[in-house]
């Protein structure tokens, strides 16, 4: 299976300033299609998770734009431009370019 | 707006088998551009890809979970369905239905105890 390592595991952030989680694959996530199939969710605490990215820099409708997702390959990064109340949670990247699909472990934000 | 709604028994004994339905709203599981999906996070932990279906009934299951897994849909109910046999405590988690990614279940917790 495809490794999916996020750093940092925990991530206190103030609130307006920035965040970013970075996520590594331990293989090439570029798909014979030519796509690369590297999501972001957000698990809010006590819900189910809430896809933000797609395709690794593509946001779901509804997602506010100071999210962003880049990178290519195998590393990835999400970032928050200004963080606010309503952003924490749990973040995770997610790989759908081999089966099975695959999660990095999370990245927890809290505010300072 | 597409919804699922997972169901199920929320306790089941080891070795017994573990089944769950999911019923989709506003879209349709006969959608040739979707596939129906079941995950699951243990208590605490991260997620974990349990297996995916198309409408057509073509499946794909993760193959750490294979031998154990049988996931069906049933169009005429706009349903989709989930058999985990043998469980162990290992299979306690809160198990997610989903279409693709982009829409999730609020999800099931299911506990494996005697």
């Known amino acids: 299976d495809v490794v999916m390592t996020q750093s940092p595991l925990s991530l206190p952030v103030t609130l307006g300033q920035p965040a970013s989680i970075s996520c590594r694959s331990s293989q090439s996530l570029v798909h014979s299609d030519g796509n690369t199939y590297l999501n972001w969710f957000q698990q809010r605490p006590g819900q189910s998770p809430r896809r933000l990215i797609y395709k690794v820099s593509n946001r779901d409708s509804g997602v506010p734009d100071r999210f962003s997702g880049s990178g290519s390959g195998t590393d990835f990064t999400l970032k928050i431009s200004r963080v606010e109340a309503e952003d924490v949670g749990v973040y995770y990247c997610?790989?759908?370019?081999?089966?099975?699909?695959?999660f990095g472990g999370g990245t927890k934000v809290e505010i300072k | 707006q597409v919804q699922l709604q997972e169901s199920g028994p929320g306790l089941v004994k080891p070795s017994e088998t573990l089944s769950l339905t999911c019923t989709v709203s506003g879209g349709s599981v006969s959608s040739g551009s979707y596939y129906w999906s079941w995950i699951r996070q243990p208590p605490g932990k991260g997620l974990e890809w349990i297996g995916y279906i198309y409408y057509s009934g073509s499946t794909n299951y993760n193959p750490s979970l294979k031998s154990r897994v049988t996931i069906s849909v049933d169009t005429s109910k706009n349903q989709f369905s989930l058999k985990l046999s043998s469980v162990t405590a290992a299979d306690t988690a809160v198990y997610y239905c989903?279409?693709?990614?982009?829409?999730w279940g609020q999800g099931t917790l299911v506990t494996v105890s005697s």
């Open positions: 989903a279409r693709t990614s982009d829409y």
């Open positions: 997610m790989q759908g370019t081999h089966w099975p699909g695959t």
